[in-house]
């Protein structure tokens, strides 16, 4: 048997649209913007497809575009107005910033209620202790995921054994919480880990994250296991490759995203929609 490829475009494309449903019975447009500093090309294909995106939903979108040679000081002036424009319901500095920019005095800078990257140490918080704030949006994505894989099937989450590979501030540790929330069995696994393989072989739920083209093997996978592969590495043909070997887990895994097209969409869409719950909340209107 092969694995059912977990389509993420199509997800995305379904929350988008319910977004830009509820966006068209306010009286208002959320206003997000993103700010980054420099050329980094990744970063650029990112924040094209969040123009893109955020625009044909109905948001209220700009992107503030900054030489790499800017001073922190400068970069924490704008966020300081972007805190108090009553026209902006969301702030994304887009990361890596320039070696000269400290990315955590940044991030604490941002309003908590305008974070829609949800890094801010006060969001963090609340996420960890079990509280209502904004959720990082690849972590919140894999969510949105996992729940339409296994909201009607025979292994729903709550109960199963879930493994993180990767414990990273902006992924890994709160991927663990919001699967503790949805009350799986969760291990987190990392370089200093071991037996790597013994451990994923364990999951019900595999999710990577690590950076590393083609770490996870087939046979690290358990039979029927659900695989969410984060990683987006570029491969020797130029092409991206994940952190999973596809070809050998499709075999083995009951689903599995694949790369690009799986978790990639899921970010930018949860982007937008903590910008709608930010919005929504700094109003004092109901999000449900």
Excluded at 38 to 64: C, H, L
Excluded at 205 to 215: E, N, S
Aim: aromatic share 2%.
């Amino acid at each position: 048997m092969s694995a059912r490829i977990i389509d993420g475009k199509a997800t995305a494309e379904r929350l988008r649209g319910g977004l830009a449903a509820r966006i068209a019975t306010l009286g208002f447009h959320p206003g997000l913007r993103v700010v980054r500093v420099g050329d980094d090309p990744a970063s650029g294909v990112y924040v094209r497809n969040k123009d893109r995106a955020a625009a044909a939903a109905g948001f209220d979108s700009a992107t503030i575009h900054l030489p790499a040679d800017i001073r922190e000081s400068d970069l924490l002036m704008l966020v300081a107005d972007l805190n108090i424009d009553p026209t902006v319901d969301g702030i994304l500095v887009q990361l890596p910033l320039p070696p000269q920019i400290r990315p955590n005095m940044v991030i604490a800078a941002i309003d908590p209620a305008k974070d829609v990257d949800g890094f801010h140490p006060l969001n963090a918080g609340r996420l960890a202790s079990g509280q209502p704030g904004l959720v990082p949006c690849t972590p919140k994505g894999v969510m949105h995921l996992l729940r339409d894989t296994h909201g009607g099937g025979a292994t729903p989450l709550a109960g199963a054994r879930a493994v993180v590979l990767g414990r990273s501030q902006i992924f890994g540790r709160p991927m663990l919480q919001l699967l503790l929330a949805a009350d799986c069995t969760v291990t987190v696994v990392h370089s200093r880990s071991r037996d790597l393989a013994g451990e994923c072989r364990r999951a019900d739920i595999l999710i990577a994250a690590v950076g590393r083209a083609g770490l996870v093997r087939g046979d690290w996978i358990a039979e029927g296991a659900t695989v969410i592969d984060v990683g987006i590495n570029r491969g020797a043909d130029g092409k991206l490759v994940g952190d999973v070997a596809f070809a050998e887990a499709l075999p083995r895994a009951g689903a599995i995203t694949p790369v690009p097209g799986g978790v990639g969409p899921m970010t930018i869409a949860c982007l937008l929609e903590n910008t709608l719950e930010a919005a929504l909340a700094r109003r004092g209107v109901a999000t449900g």
